[in-house]
């Protein structure tokens, strides 16, 4: 689902063509030192994880884990929790008739952890997996560094009036810390694999080009919607710097286009691209040859118009079944062959073909599994049953974060394009750089760091404060925000990693992991040193992982976000906002009855309305004259009356609108959402 909230890039840039021309003055010292300072954070964030990873199997690290995380549900909340007031604190659900939002409470002390709700299968909601507890356990020492990290940057913040956001870490294996601490909507929807600002850190700007069957043999059981999704799932996890091109076939091919070219992935080329997707239907025979012919012809095309970036493509091709319509596979293979070459020269970078197979017949694996190993850099993955689909085709960024751990790469950091904030109601982005292992050769990504700033940062580090007076302030703000987001989209599109640089035998580890027992291999004449080892493996010395990592009370699955008896807001919004001048009267969270004198208006006049009614009925009673015609006493209503008997006592807290089911889960933290929210910020 896309967010409603977040105005698009492409809005942003026509209305810009549309201003009027005005002188641009603009302190370039102070934003370069602004940009330059979040490199350098992210860089100094990545480094301290890298740091903290050497020492993850360690006894201490292991059994001081136990209990002593906290998760992102809690029953009493975090230790040091804060109402901090002001308006980069408020939150949209802690609204009220009487205001838009109020603030939320933080916890600048500790930080939070999420992991997946598929991988919460132990005891109240904690992982059982050995490599998931790892990555929770290690990055429990980052606390520390948070806080320091945080008071050492005060005068910085201070300097150019803005605060600070939020700092993150997410594991390959889907563990997700992040600073400061703050209640979720919901537990488990959040994995940070599934993020742009993740799959953006871990593989930078890219053409990705899907070729997808949609032949009348993906109707059988479910997998034309499974494929649906998996596509969706690819685009959503793009951001503006990449390139999307999109060429479904069956007899014939078709692209799905820009006016012709490869699209650029905004937020509104999002959307459009999810309504095609939906719009997708089974039927026909299998074409490969025209399959690949159509996405090549208008590959070259981009590039002739320069749609394309110069930095990585990647080429993922499904199917279900054998070639059955147009030229054989000979001919299809020497196509692919020649055009790859062709769009790797032109390029100048080379250009990663992912093949996968979906069936249970192995006839239909053969062909895509040679075509993979017909080029250096192909990998080809089985797909045995239908619901591997979507996992499958969207882990192709994982050997672009193979290649980005080396040293040519180090100083590799992506900007994504500006989103809404889930607190502020203000745009943003993210500074994401990857993590690795650096013992090993090549490098093991062990995940992305995020570092989270607000386009009120950038606009301040822009302004030249002398060049507003009350007549032009309107208009230079707007050209300062029109000037904010066009420098991040640069910044977005010169994040162009090194060349690929991976040897064959570090090609044949990595494709060890897309099919079993070594079928996806290309017997390239390897010894076992020489095929090196690509992916993590659990602490060998540690045979007795912690049953809880968190502290008691964290997690709460499934349904509406509740943990006991307390909804979301009533855990995370303030009572009262004093910085906005908003009493407790108005921002009520309803958690604290002590801290308001009286019951809530609701219940007072249900109280008053049900006393009036009983007097009728005792009335009633008494004057038997009055009531004889009558042929029930009537009774009261409990639900205007508060009678404490009535299963919906206490009534809804004043000035809350009922919840209806699953409205507090956003679309960035739903399942199966398209991502367009992209930072923790949105949940």
């Known amino acids: 689902m896309m967010s409603l909230r977040r105005p698009t890039l492409s809005l942003f840039l026509f209305m810009a063509s549309l201003a009027p021309a005005m002188p641009a003055s603009f302190d370039e010292i102070k934003f370069n030192a602004l940009v330059t300072k979040l490199k350098a954070d992210a860089f100094e964030f990545a480094s301290e994880v890298e740091r903290l990873y050497v020492d993850r199997c360690s006894d201490e690290t292991i059994n001081t884990c136990s209990g002593s995380n906290f998760g992102e549900c809690l029953e009493d909340g975090y230790p040091n929790e804060e109402c901090l007031g002001g308006p980069n604190y408020v939150i949209e659900d802690c609204a009220s008739e009487q205001v838009s939002s109020c603030a939320a409470k933080w916890d600048q002390s500790v930080s939070t952890v999420r992991i997946p709700e598929e991988s919460a299968i132990g005891l109240d909601g904690n992982p059982t997996d050995p490599k998931l507890i790892e990555s929770i356990c290690f990055t429990r020492n980052l606390d520390d560094w948070f806080v320091q990290k945080r008071e050492a940057d005060k005068a910085f913040w201070n300097d150019l009036g803005v605060e600070p956001r939020s700092m993150y870490f997410g594991s390959h294996n889907g563990a997700f810390r992040i600073f400061p601490a703050r209640q979720s909507e919901q537990c488990g929807q959040y994995d940070p694999r599934l993020r742009p600002w993740y799959v953006s850190g871990s593989s930078g700007p890219k053409n990705v080009v899907l070729i997808l069957d949609t032949s009348g043999s993906m109707a059988e ?33 078709y692209p799905i286009t820009d006016d012709g070219v490869i699209f650029r992935a905004t937020a509104s080329h999002k959307a459009r691209l999810m309504d095609m997707i939906d719009g997708l239907s089974a039927v026909g025979g299998t074409n490969f040859y025209e399959a690949f012919r159509v996405a090549f012809d208008n590959l070259d095309k981009s590039i002739v118009q320069e749609s394309t970036t110069s930095c990585n493509t990647a080429v993922l091709f499904l199917t279900d079944g054998e070639n059955s319509v147009g030229p054989g596979v000979d001919q299809v293979t020497e196509l692919v062959d020649r055009r790859i070459s062709e769009v790797s020269s032109k390029l100048g970078k080379e250009v990663i073909l992912f093949t996968y197979s979906v069936s249970q017949q192995n006839n239909v694996h053969q062909y895509p599994s040679q075509l993979a190993c017909s080029i250096d850099l192909g990998v080809w993955s089985k797909i045995e049953e239908s619901d591997e ?7 192709y960024y994982r050997l672009f ?26 745009l943003g982005t993210t500074v994401s750089v990857p993590v690795y292992d650096r013992s090993k050769i090549p490098h093991l990504f062990l995940g992305v760091v995020g570092v989270d700033v607000s386009l009120d940062a950038l606009d301040a580090a822009l302004l030249i404060t002398d060049d507003l007076d009350g007549t032009s302030s309107s208009a230079r703000a707007k050209e300062l925000r ?16 090194a060349v690929l640089d991976l040897t064959p035998c570090e090609m044949e580890a990595y494709r060890a992991l897309s099919a079993p027992n070594g079928e996806g291999l290309c017997n390239v004449n390897c010894t076992s040193a020489q095929v090196s080892q690509v992916q993590e493996e659990s602490c060998p010395t540690v045979s007795d992982y912690p049953q809880r990592v968190f502290v008691s009370g964290s997690q709460t699955y499934g349904g509406e976000f509740t943990s006991g008896s307390m909804r979301y807001r009533e855990r995370v919004c303030c009572v009262g906002d004093e910085s906005l001048q908003l009493s407790a009267e108005v921002c009520w969270a309803g958690k604290d009855d002590d801290k308001r004198s ?16 009983f007097l009728l009925i005792i009335g009633c009673v008494v004057m038997a004259k009055v009531c004889k015609d009558k042929d029930s006493p009537g009774r009261p209503n409990n639900h205007a009356s508060g009678n404490i008997n009535s299963p919906n006592y206490p009534p809804e807290n004043p000035g809350f609108a009922p919840i209806p089911p699953g409205a507090l889960v956003t679309e960035a933290s739903a399942p199966g959402s398209d991502g367009t929210n992209n930072s923790p910020e949105s949940q």
């Open 221 to 253: 059981g479910n997998r034309i919607d499974l494929l649906k999704q998996a596509a969706k799932r690819v685009v959503s996890t793009l951001t503006v710097s990449d390139r999307i091109l999109i060429v479904p076939f069956s007899d014939t091919a």
């Open 389 to 395: 689909i979507v996992d499958a085709l969207s882990s």
């Open 401 to 426: 974060a193979l290649g980005l751990g080396s040293d040519a790469n180090a100083d590799f950091a992506s900007w994504v394009e500006p989103y809404e904030f889930r607190t502020g109601n203000v």
């Open 482 to 497: 029109d000037e904010s987001i066009d420098r991040v989209v640069k910044q977005a599109d010169a994040a162009c990693p």
């Open 598 to 613: 009286s019951l809530p208006g609701g219940a007072i006049v249900g109280i008053v309305l049900g006393g009036v009614f």
